[in-house]
């Protein structure tokens, strides 16, 4: 069983809401870093920065964060993940950074992701743009910026389609094995 949480449009429509969001908080662009959680938190990230430039004319640095080594779970999970993109474009001292991600669940990831990068310096801020909220929070992580709130049973997956990894872009929601 799978339905469709966000179409195309949807998805666009959400994350010109972020990217507005996101000029509005921070009174416009100064000092702002946008980076991505591989592997379509990065590309979600590329499309903001692309939004933004957009709205205000001005191309802000966007890279990507991996929080991979950083994660809480290397030694229990049987596969063991394979290192990503770890792009910090500028240093990241004194910036307001946005870190991005497709789906904010548990939040261990955000939480591997800030730890990951706080090892390249120190940012004035970091907020957090999610396209999509599906709750069961087991650390005390909660987004700035949220495309879709998608309340879920623990029984289902979320998951985020994107045309530059996927061919489409969607949000499903199916049952879980």
């Known amino acids: 069983m799978k ?11 959400a994350l010109a809401r972020i990217a507005h969001e996101i000029i509005e908080r921070n009174k416009g662009t ?9 592997t379509r938190g990065y590309h979600l990230a590329l499309r903001l920065q692309k939004k933004i430039e957009e709205i205000e004319g001005v191309r802000l640095p966007a890279g990507a964060v991996d929080a991979t080594l950083y ?41 591997a992701a800030i730890d990951a990068l706080m ?15 599906r709750g069961h929070r087991e650390l005390p992580i909660k987004a700035d910026y949220v495309g879709k709130n998608l309340p879920t049973s623990q029984k289902e997956g979320v998951k985020v389609h994107l045309t530059e990894t996927d061919g489409v872009n969607e949000v499903v929601i199916e049952a879980q094995q």
Not at 3 to 13: G, P
Not at 30 to 38: A, D, N, S, W, Y
């Open 3 to 13: 339905r469709t949480a966000l179409d195309d449009k949807a998805i666009e429509r």
């Open 119 to 133: 090892d390249f310096g120190r940012p004035l801020a970091i907020q957090l743009a999610v396209l999509v909220d």
């Open 30 to 38: 100064e000092g702002l870093v946008i980076l991505g959680i591989p």
């Open 71 to 111: 994660r809480d779970d290397l030694g229990i999970k049987k596969d063991q993940p394979s290192l990503k993109r770890m792009e910090i474009p500028i240093p990241i001292d004194g910036k307001k950074v946005v870190m991005v991600d497709d789906v904010l669940f548990t939040g261990r990831t955000i939480r």
